[in-house]
């Protein structure tokens, strides 16, 4: 049971674009979330969160937003840059009790100069 | 400070042997949770220690195994390995539960021959 899910595996952008990259969640009671960006041979790195109390968060060129009704929540990449080609992991979990982390299955970004 | 470090970094076995990985958390971090990605499958979460007693556990089979030492440093072990359990095998650590970001090491790489 995939209770996170990103359904693109892959996305392609111009240099300059903006980037979208989508998530999906089942559970409900998720009520934090998390994005992350690997590269190849590096573990990945945290890049934002949103609570669910929010429904947007925003760090330099990277804002996340949060749809609570839809389940679904978006990174946007403002403007691409060639540095951010890399895997994007989504990720949710529940701030009450000692709930695990839940990550996506990943979209791999890469931007064309 | 010291990020998180995985060892070893690359490591090859033969099926029905068993492995065991390491992870050193970053300082003064008490939960480390262990990851296993594979292609397509992104993040799948093996299981979660803090203070040295499980707090979760994702569905993977009693092969997968760890532990955590009074020092916060991690072990997982899989035992009678099977084809199927190449993969990247990646270590996080946080202060915490709640709204903490997890710090990922850079993994370690199993391939079964």
């Known amino acids: 049971d995939q209770q996170v899910k990103q359904n693109s595996p892959s996305l392609s952008v111009q240099e300059g674009r903006i980037s979208i990259l989508n998530c999906d969640y089942t559970?409900?009671?998720?009520?934090?979330f998390l994005w992350y960006k690997k590269y190849p041979a590096e573990g990945p790195t945290f890049l934002i969160s949103?609570?669910?109390?929010?429904d947007k968060n925003e760090d330099g060129r990277f804002t996340v937003f949060l749809n609570k009704s839809a389940k679904h929540l978006s990174l946007h990449i403002v403007p691409s840059q060639p540095g951010d080609s890399a895997v994007y992991f989504c990720a949710a979990t529940r701030t009450s009790g000692t709930y695990k982390y839940i990550f996506g299955t990943g979209t791999r970004l890469k931007v064309l100069a | 400070k010291a990020g998180v470090t995985q060892t070893p970094r690359y490591l090859i076995k033969t099926r029905g042997q068993q492995v065991t990985l390491s992870c050193s958390p970053i300082s003064g971090h008490r939960s480390v949770s262990w990851y296993q990605q594979t292609p397509g499958q992104g993040l799948q979460f093996l299981f979660e220690y803090f203070s040295e007693t499980q707090r979760n556990k994702g569905n993977f089979p009693g092969r997968f195994s760890g532990r955590q030492f009074s020092n916060s440093r991690s072990e997982m072990n899989v035992s009678t390995l099977e084809l199927g359990d190449s993969a990247l095998y990646l270590c996080?650590?946080?202060?915490?539960?709640?709204?903490?970001?997890?710090?990922f090491g850079e993994g370690s790489r199993l391939t079964v021959l």
């Open positions: 559970n409900s009671m998720f009520d934090y």
């Open positions: 949103i609570s669910s109390i929010k």
């Open positions: 996080a650590s946080s202060q915490d539960r709640g709204t903490g970001e997890l710090f």
